[in-house]
């Protein structure tokens, strides 16, 4: 059986293994006012972050429609027997529930990540490897990679909560705090959700280093791959790379979030995502 391997642009992953394993991407679109934007074609994270700086709105993202999946899906499966697709979580965006809509009669079978970012790029590494492998079925690859949704660690640390605030994903006393008080918060997603998991106070890489040091401490890795993933150009990326590669994983990859992702949680915003074992 060939099996493909599908995700949508809310995961960001590395080209190289964009290409390594064949993977195949629904992208999202970006409106930047009346400019629809195609995330990884025609739109740059510089782009959106100079665009709520100049209008002081934020872009907008909306849900793939089941339409546009079902011919997305039809077009793979013509050279394809099956196709396993990995969503950005759906209790984040009803992209999940319309490829499930669109996948109705077709040998497509939908993962809801339970995560976002490089999150999702950790499920479909574990995809890909037992695609290689070729001892499991389609479905019984789903069974497991169901199974690993609850090993994903995916926090990020934000330098402003005024992306996620305009979002509508904090309050404005929240916002108003955080400025006063300079504080970056921790957010951890949880069951699919995103929460505030802690929060710290100071200068943005001062505390990024804190947060790393956190993170490590309260998991327990596996050790194989890490992301150190980020919205924007950061000096600290690389030094928290060498932390990574110190601490013990195998490969670390430092990767520029997408623009679906990145116009959510605004620029200087910084995370590390790997599995924890079992």
Known sequence: ??????????????????????????PYYVMLGDRECVDGVDITTEDIFNYVKETGV??????????????Y??????????????TLSHQMTS?????????DGLNVHVVDSKSLSSGI????????????????????????????TSRVQASFLVDTLTYLHKGGRCG????????????????????GKMEVAKKYMGNINNCLIKYV????????????VAFCTHSS???????IYQKLREYGFEQVYDVNAGSTISSHCGPGTLGILFMNKE
């Open 121 to 148: 790029a950790l499920l479909v590494i574990k995809c890909a490897q037992m695609v290689e492998e070729d001892k499991l079925t389609a479905s019984e690859m789903v069974e497991k990679l169901n199974g690993m």
């Open 73 to 86: 899906f039809e077009d793979i499966l013509k050279e394809h027997d099956e196709v396993i697709h990995i």
């Open 95 to 103: 992209s999940g529930v319309n490829a499930i809509t669109a996948a």
């Open 1 to 26: 059986m060939k099996i493909a391997i599908s995700i949508d642009s809310a995961c960001d992953i590395p080209q190289e293994l964009k290409k390594k394993y064949n993977i195949f991407t629904m």
């Open 213 to 224: 040091e956190d993170t490590l401490s309260g998991n327990n890795p596996e050790k194989t």
């Open 58 to 71: 934020l872009p907008k993202t909306a849900a793939i429609s089941a339409s546009k999946f079902r011919t």
């Open 172 to 191: 404005a006393v929240a916002l108003i705090g955080s400025k006063l008080l300079k504080i970056k918060p921790k957010i951890l997603v949880k069951n």
């Open 233 to 239: 150009p950061m000096d600290i990326s690389e030094q």
